[in-house]
């Protein structure tokens, strides 16, 4: 097991580790592409707890999450049974999903290829295309170059920054990971596969300031 994962699977250990509410960002792009009552078939790639295949299921989708912690997919499988809500689960990476082709209408990954190296990047965009039905819409969010724990992280190679923590820093949890960091031509290239690609940028400042999170909202269309 890789330091990254044994670092998660510690994490999602903690029941109160992750946030419990999905982010505006997933929201707004699951209502414009899979509006409430309906019942599209919705993959969250890297769930953690489950916040937001949890919330897709609480709006009659068929929500399916995927992590390579088993700690989090039992976290997720005990919140939705708690909460009366059908989400199946499994343990599994991005580059290896366990379902056949042209299966989901949707697909998300937030905040979790930051975590992988950027050799297993192709990988896990060409395992969307694949699962996903001609016509149906990916959601990544990955971090860019111009992410404070970029700036001041340790580089270690041309995509890799291992994190480090200045005393005030918002991202304690990260500290001493390696992270990856991709610029917009990158994607473009990750993405050539997909009929439809649109980026966009998500950036807020934390601690008054001082520090930023800057990050990459990839749009895809099968």
Not at 3 to 23: K, S, V
Not at 35 to 49: Q, S
Request: hydrophobic letters at 40%; charged letters at 20%; glycine letters at 10%.
């Amino acid at each position: 097991m890789s330091e990254a994962l044994n670092r998660w699977q510690a994490l999602h250990a903690q029941t109160d580790f992750e946030p419990t509410y999905p982010t505006d960002s997933v929201i707004r792009w699951t209502f414009r592409h899979f509006p409430r009552g309906g019942t599209a078939r919705l993959l969250d790639v890297g769930a953690g707890h489950g916040r937001h295949a949890l919330f897709w299921a609480s709006h009659g989708h068929h929500a399916f999450a995927v992590d390579a912690a088993s700690q989090a997919m039992s976290a997720c499988a005990a919140k939705a049974r708690s909460a009366g809500l059908a989400v199946e689960c499994r343990v599994a990476g991005a580059g290896s999903l366990p379902f056949p082709d042209e299966g989901f209408d949707g697909l998300l990954s937030f905040g979790v290829l930051y975590y992988l190296p950027w050799s297993e990047w192709q990988a896990a965009f060409d395992e969307a295309k694949r699962v996903l039905r001609v016509g149906g819409r990916g959601l990544f969010v990955v971090r860019s170059t111009q992410d404070s724990r970029c700036v001041m992280g340790e580089p270690l190679d041309a995509h890799t920054w291992r994190i480090t923590a200045p005393p005030d820093c918002p991202w304690k949890a990260e500290a001493g990971l390696p992270m990856t960091f991709v610029d917009d031509q990158e994607l473009k290239e990750l993405a050539a596969g997909f009929a439809g690609f649109q980026l966009d940028r998500m950036r807020w400042s934390d601690r008054g300031g001082r520090y930023w999170n800057d990050d990459w909202l990839v749009q895809l269309t099968r």
